[in-house]
């Protein structure tokens, strides 16, 4: 019923390739996130714990809306 899905060879360099590639954006997303967090922290202290989650809930709304309206078109 099910087939093995074939393997993928890559030659030594490309595998070099993309772990640098993978190492990189992964260092970004790090970073990334830690900046994101030490923000919402910072916001928290300056208007408050519920009006940063309430923006969190209207940001992930307008986001989730949009996907739709991508979909619909």
Known sequence: MSRAIPMLRLTPQAAG???QQYDRVTSELRELT?????FDRQLKVRIGYDAVRQLHKETDNTLLLTDLVKEAA
């Open 17 to 19: 390739s993309l772990q």
């Open 34 to 38: 830690r900046h994101y967090k030490e």
